[in-house]
């Protein structure tokens, strides 16, 4: 059997480590070309730069929106005049996003800097691609996983927990979809099975959230850099990163794209509307009391949602709640790598049935 696994090159975490920044992307090049979303631009670069420009040359650009083929092309033009041979993308998601993308047309090493825990993008081969205006355009399918992913866990400890929780929610569904892949021998990200190593690493993902999800939490709250907050850090980056694309998604992301159809849902982070799709997937694949209840009290005890109205979606109508089902059944949607046949009735009492679990849990609190 043909199995694939994909890796970042290499993965450095830890606190102040921004400043070893230097030492880490001389590794790759000699001039760097850093994308920096305003926000770290403001407020990180200031603290770290001097250090860097003593070890490497580095021309700064500020990321001015969105992930598009537009901003894309504007920056390589940039690098192109700037002669550089690394690029580094600092900040959110779309920053990440775009650094990739110019990278990959460039054909040159790329660094990755996340400073937010908010999704386990940061490692994967993968870029989401953005119209000007915002509106999803495609997926752009990388040649290579980024060269060096740097986490600076003291950033992700001062950002606002909000993040830090809804990549909890990202990181809870790894695990359930990568099991459902396993036993339908269903493709990873690269189309290919996934190996041992991508379910093994899915497993501890999800046990490392149940250990340490609600003290890291906590630490968070209290702009603290604990052993626990760093495990979740670690799971929420590269444990997910690693179980998603190389042990492959199936219905709870589905079911997040699926729930994307209603307006009401997009105030909601992705990793909050991943962690309502591992919970309706949990009735759909027909798991055990224990590890319903288990998976349950795991978000209510760090405040993922566990009710539909926790997403904006208190009066939703059974047509709209079809209208969710019927999205998540789309033709190459990850729903089919499900051992058992998906159907959006079926999802829809799974819709049905989780909301009624969380509410019933909620009065009995
Ligand atoms: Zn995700």
């Not at 990278?103 to 691609?129: F, G, N, R, Y």
């Not at 027909?286 to 209840?293: A, F, L, M, P």
């Not at 109205?309 to 709640?321: H, M, P, Q």
Request: some cysteine; aromatic content about 6%.
């Amino acid at each position: 059997m043909k199995t694939t696994t994909l890796f970042p090159n290499r993965y450095v975490q830890g606190a102040d480590i921004l400043k070893d920044l230097g030492t880490e992307v001389s590794r790759l090049g000699d001039h760097s070309f850093m994308i920096c979303d305003p926000f770290a631009h403001e407020n990180l670069l200031p603290n770290f730069i001097t250090q860097i420009q003593a070890k490497h040359k580095i021309t700064v650009e500020e990321f001015k929106k969105e992930c598009s083929d537009e901003e894309i092309e504007r920056l390589v033009t940039l690098v192109k005049e700037s002669g550089s041979d690394v690029i580094i993308g600092i900040g959110g998601g779309k920053t990440l996003d775009t650094a990739k993308a110019v990278a990959h047309t460039l054909k040159k090493p790329v660094v990755i800097i996340p400073t937010l825990a908010s999704t386990d993008a940061p490692c994967s081969a993968l870029s989401v691609i953005y119209t000007q205006e915002g509106t999803f355009k495609r997926y752009l399918i990388l040649d290579k996983n980024p060269d060096l992913v740097i986490v600076d866990t003291k950033v992700i400890a001062q950002a606002p927990t909000r993040f830090l929780v809804s990549g909890m929610g990202d990181a809870l569904a790894t695990w359930f979809e990568a099991q459902s892949c396993k036993k339908n021998f269903a493709g990873n990200m690269s189309g290919d099975v996934g190996s041992m190593t991508a379910y093994a690493l899915a497993n501890v993902c999800y046990e490392t959230l149940l250990e340490y999800g609600v003290e890291a939490k906590l630490a968070c709250d209290a702009n603290s850099v604990t052993p626990a907050l760093d495990h979740i850090i670690e799971a929420n980056t590269l444990l997910s990163g690693l179980g998603f694309e190389s042990g492959g998604l199936a219905s709870a992301h589905a079911i997040h794209n699926g729930l994307t159809a209603l307006e009401s849902t997009h105030a909601y982070w992705h990793g909050e509307k991943v962690a309502i799709g591992t919970l309706a997937s949990l009735i759909l694949t027909d798991k055990s009391r224990e590890i319903i209840d288990t998976v349950f009290s795991f978000c209510e005890s760090i405040g993922l949602p566990t009710t539909l109205e926790d997403i904006g979606l208190l009066n939703v109508t059974d047509e709209e709640l079809m209208k969710v089902a019927n999205l998540t059944c789309t033709e190459g949607e990850t729903i089919h790598n499900e051992p058992s046949h998906a159907t959006p009735e079926k999802v829809f009492y799974a819709l049905k049935t989780m909301d009624a679990i969380g509410k019933n849990r909620k009065t009995n609190r």
